[in-house]
């Protein structure tokens, strides 16, 4: 029922446009008739014989200004509408948004055992939640506490939403023509970890509009569905940095709660670049050094982001003078923070593999940036020849780069 009256809110606005915008072209077209007839009833137009003598683009400009003016009126009827309704929703929220929270506590916090005064505040609650405005903010207030709640205060904190009925509002939400219900909705479920609203939040990660799909996926992940993440591979559309981050957060949160395997090497396989990104960050930050060979072919992906996050992830696995051969011999294709990442990973290893000659290279030849990171390694292998060496040189950017420097702190 409630998402029957969503739709019918929804569509009325849109209804009331179109319908206001076909009477604009019917007038234009009945005004220039002598006489509408409807069955036995005949209008006759009085103003027909003025209007024919006008020059028509006379007429169009008359008509024209009418339909500015009626438009107008509108406009300002609709504005003045949604400012008196946003007053409303903010004189609702200053009056509840406290009042609820500290019947939200009395509940949570109360120490009596009689199931009396349990149902009494729980009424008391119930007859505050008469709106939807109000609904939200004690969901929106719900969803706050609950990330500061632990043991049997999150638990009551989770029945009380049950015992409020809630389901069916969320439901209604989520499956809202607003997108701002939707949002909401996605919202109060990954916080609250709430199930039985998998499939349809599923269907979400289909949808044309960009924001709700990505928050659905989102979501999916918080709420570790999927052991595996598998899901993920039948995303198709394109991810922003910021969604990916969340996404590889959520992942690790949900890790360190339950010990679940991620299927790493179908992720990093997805033909979509986005989601084989996802899992080679994951598989470095899992550690899965036994997919270095695979990660290490995504580093000539032409995809920017795959070929770094590979990069990365190779470097983080490199343990090896095959592999750090390999990362001097695509030195020149990997970022710049990529690069950087590399010069530091062989600053590790200095006791063991050979560098100086492309450590050299680097100081000579590539950024100032570079150049201060290769520098504090040559200066750990032999600081008194290299501080000579910079301090004689002649290349204003080596010197520039020297001089930012501290040798006192040089350390690996």
Not at 6 to 25: D, G, P, Q, T
């Amino acid at each position: 029922m409630k998402i029957i009256v969503l739709y019918l809110r929804y569509l009325s606005v849109r209804i009331f446009i179109l319908v206001f915008i076909l009477l604009i072209s019917a007038g234009c077209y009945c005004f220039y008739l002598p006489q509408l007839k409807f069955g036995n009833c005949i209008c006759i137009n009085t103003n027909y014989n003025y209007i024919l003598s006008l020059p028509k683009w006379v007429f169009i400009l008359k008509y024209l200004s009418i339909c500015f003016i009626s438009s107008s009126l509108l406009l300002v009827s609709f504005t003045a509408y949604y400012i008196l309704q946003n007053k409303n929703k903010k004189r609702i929220y200053t009056k509840y948004n406290d009042l609820l929270e500290i019947y939200l506590f009395d509940y949570l916090y109360d120490e009596t055992p009689s199931d009396k005064d349990r149902r009494e505040k729980l009424n008391r609650i119930k007859k505050n939640l008469k709106s939807d405005v109000i609904k939200r903010i004690f969901l929106n207030r719900m969803r706050r506490v609950h990330f500061q709640l632990d043991g049997e205060i999150r638990e009551r904190n989770f029945n009380l939403l049950k015992a409020l009925r809630y389901y069916h509002f969320i439901q209604s939400y989520l499956q809202s023509p607003y997108l701002r219900h939707k949002l909401f909705a996605l919202r109060i479920i990954s916080d609250l970890h709430l199930q039985g609203y998998e499939e349809y939040i599923y269907k979400l990660t289909k949808k044309k509009n960009q924001i709700l799909s990505s928050e659905a996926l989102v979501t999916l992940v918080k709420l570790y569905i999927y052991d595996d993440q598998l899901f993920l591979i039948d995303f198709t559309k394109k991810l922003s940095i910021w969604d990916i981050n969340r996404i590889i957060e959520k992942v690790k949160q949900q890790k360190q709660q339950q010990s679940k395997e991620i299927n790493h090497l179908k992720l990093i396989k997805s033909d979509i670049n986005q989601i084989s990104a996802i899992g080679i960050i994951l598989a470095r930050v899992d550690n899965k050094t036994k997919l270095k060979n695979i990660i290490k072919n995504k580093i000539e992906s032409q995809d920017p982001l795959v070929s770094e996050q590979a990069f990365l992830t190779y470097i983080s696995f490199a343990n090896d003078k095959e592999d750090f051969d390999y990362l001097t011999y695509r030195f020149e294709i990997a970022t710049e923070n990529a690069q950087i990442q590399i010069i530091k990973k062989m600053g590790l290893f200095i006791g063991k593999f050979d560098k100086t000659v492309f450590l050299n290279w680097i100081v000579e030849n590539k950024s100032i940036c570079l150049k201060i990171e290769s520098m504090k390694i040559l200066l750990c292998i032999d600081s008194i020849y290299y501080n000579s060496r910079y301090l004689k040189s002649k290349d204003i950017s080596i010197q520039n780069a020297y001089s930012h420097i501290d040798n006192r702190n040089l350390k690996f």
